[in-house]
């Protein structure tokens, strides 16, 4: 009689090792065959789904997986059969007590054993906050654009009553006009200084008003107008905006620090009206100084290139920098400093039409800087170049 034997303990080691790490591992660990059952699966498969060992081995597979499920469930294991080394896709498991349990799977079929040999876990709570998470930002996508909607339909209405009020305002304050002249010439015989000084008054306010209407026909002409967008040369624009504001200068001496800008894509008349509306706002703010200093350059902030409209002049506390571009704001008194209250509102209105940002930095009887800027581009330091992304 002859016997051969062989040393399996190193082998019956890495199978007990293997079994106690089977049992162990908190992931739904089976082996499965390709006549839809299962043939092994860990205790992890009890804890989860409430089903026993036993049970869940009498029935395909299948008969666990949610109905939806099914037929997806088929299509992913017929890849793995058809040369599909390994594959993952998620589905659903009923547990016994009706409860569903979301599973993520991996696996990979072992050819000569014709067996495949899988891995799942449980996602249930990452599905549920996953779907959380596309809910609330589904619902955050439909509030944001019905109050964007409710936004421009409240930004129309307020400008159409704005042209209107604006438009219809005109005729009786020229009536208004009209008769207060009619009135002065036939007191101006009369000299009665109480009533000159009354008419007087009638028509100083008929100016101020129409001024305030032609500056809300303006902002509103704005807010409507279409743009054309070119490659502007800002330095032409800023010379023509204080040619324009020659008449404001007469015979003042201001030192002026007009430094070279860059070329930028924009609607060249709106652009000017900007220039034209800040650097007015310089001349009229540096009048009780004896030496005006008005700049307007470029400096580079936090690596963005800014473009600076900066003067000497009267300044203001920050505290009431909110104030600045709102529509008949004013932060100075009427008297010391006429003018209508629209010209930075006018200003932010066509620089948030271009996509750009403006703030002001200013200190009390210090001067007041303006800093313009793209909101996503930076002003590059080429003549010609467009601005790259800041």
């Known amino acids: 009689m002859f016997q051969v034997c062989r040393d399996i303990t190193q082998e019956a080691a890495v199978r007990e090792h293997r079994d106690f790490f089977f049992c162990l591992s908190l992931d739904l660990l089976c082996v499965a065959g390709l006549d839809g059952y299962f043939k092994r699966l860990n205790p992890a498969w009890e804890r989860l789904l409430h089903y026993s060992i036993g049970e869940l081995l009498s029935k395909p597979y299948l008969e666990f997986v949610h109905p939806d499920d099914r037929s997806r469930t088929l299509t992913e294991a017929a890849k793995i059969e058809h040369g599909n080394i390994t594959f993952r896709f998620e589905n659903r ?15 990979f079929l072992v050819p000569e054993e014709q067996l495949i040999y899988a891995a799942a876990r449980d996602i ?16 955050l996508e439909r509030r944001v654009q019905q109050r964007t909607t409710e936004l421009s339909e409240v930004n129309r209405e307020l400008e159409s009553f704005t042209y209107s009020v604006s438009h219809d305002l005109r005729a009786p304050l020229r009536q208004i006009n009209g008769f207060a ?8 015989d009369q000299a009665d200084p109480a009533a000159n000084h009354c008419l007087t008054r009638i028509q100083e306010g008929v100016d101020k008003m129409e001024r305030l209407t032609e500056s809300l026909l303006r902002l509103s002409h ?16 800023v010379a023509e905006a204080i ?26 008349a709106l652009m000017k009206l900007v220039f034209t509306n800040l650097i007015s706002n310089a001349i009229k703010f540096t009048a009780p100084r004896r ?47 006429p003018g209508t209250g ?10 948030n039409r271009h996509g750009w940002l403006i703030r002001a930095e200013s200190e009390l009887d210090r001067g007041t800087a303006f800093y313009l800027r793209p909101s996503a581009p930076n002003i590059g330091d080429s003549k010609r170049a467009t601005p790259n992304a800041c």
């Not at 040619?243 to 060249?268: F, H, M, Q, Y």
């Open 93 to 107: 498991y009923l547990c016994k007590d009706g409860e569903i349990k979301w599973l993520l799977w991996d696996a």
């Open 124 to 139: 249930t709570d990452y599905v549920r906050m996953r779907r959380e998470v596309q809910q609330m930002n589904e619902g």
């Open 181 to 188: 002249h009619l009135l002065a010439e036939r007191l101006n």
């Open 222 to 237: 704005i807010s409507r107008l279409g743009m054309q967008f070119q490659l502007t040369d800002l330095d032409a624009i």
């Open 243 to 268: 040619e324009t504001l020659r008449p404001e200068i007469g015979n003042r001496e201001i030192a002026w620090k007009i430094e070279p800008l860059v070329s930028v894509e924009c609607d060249a």
């Open 291 to 337: 030496h005006a200093v008005i700049r307007v350059g470029q400096e580079t902030i936090d690596g963005c290139a800014h473009i600076v409209v900066s003067d000497n002049g009267v300044g203001f506390e920050m505290i009431h920098a909110d104030k600045l571009f709102g529509v008949f704001q004013r932060l100075h008194r009427q008297e010391d400093f």
């Open 342 to 351: 629209v010209g930075l509102a006018i200003v932010q209105r066509i620089l």
